[in-house]
C-alpha cells in the first residue's frame, strides 16, 4: 500500500516559484507511474503533470506546460514537482498520485488510484 505525503505547499507571490515533494511511505514508487493534480475552490480536481514510472515520459496539462517540471527520485522514492513563473490561478490544493505500471494513460485524474493528503499553494497577485 503506497502512503504519499506531500510537502512544500505554502502562500508566494505571483511569479515566485515553489517545489512540492511527494514522498511514499509504504511500498516502493519506483514501478508506478506518478502525477501531480490541483483542486482550486469550487473546481474540480485537474490534472496538472505525471511521470512515466521509469521517468523516461513527462506530461503536462497546457495550462503549466514551460513552467512547471515534474521529476523523480526512485532511490528516495520522492516525486517533484518544480513550479515557475506562478500565477494566482495556480493557487489550489496539491495531490500526489500514483497509478499502477500497467497503465498506459497517465493523464486523467481517474487513472490514479493512491492520493496523497494534498498540500495548499496560495499564490497573490
Known amino acids: 500500500q503506497l502512503q504519499l505525503v506531500e510537502s512544500g505547499g505554502r502562500l508566494v507571490q505571483a511569479r515566485g516559484s515553489l517545489r512540492l515533494s511527494c514522498a511514499d511511505y509504504?511500498?516502493?514508487?519506483?514501478?508506478?507511474?506518478m502525477g501531480w493534480c490541483r483542486q482550486a475552490p469550487g473546481k474540480e480536481r485537474e490534472f496538472v503533470a505525471a511521470?512515466?514510472?521509469?521517468?523516461?515520459?513527462?506530461y503536462y496539462a497546457d495550462s503549466v506546460k514551460g513552467r512547471f517540471t515534474i521529476s523523480r527520485e526512485n532511490a528516495k522514492r520522492t516525486v517533484y514537482l518544480r513550479m515557475n513563473s506562478l500565477k494566482p490561478e495556480d493557487t489550489a490544493v496539491y495531490y500526489c498520485?500514483?497509478?499502477?505500471?500497467?497503465?498506459?494513460?497517465?493523464?486523467?485524474?481517474?487513472?490514479?488510484?493512491?492520493w496523497g493528503q494534498g498540500t495548499q499553494v496560495t499564490v497573490s497577485s
Open positions: 498520485a500514483a497509478a499502477e505500471r500497467w497503465r498506459t494513460v497517465v493523464t486523467r485524474r481517474d487513472t490514479y488510484t493512491y
Open positions: 509504504g511500498c516502493n514508487i519506483s514501478t508506478e507511474h
Open positions: 511521470i512515466w514510472w521509469s521517468g523516461g515520459n513527462t
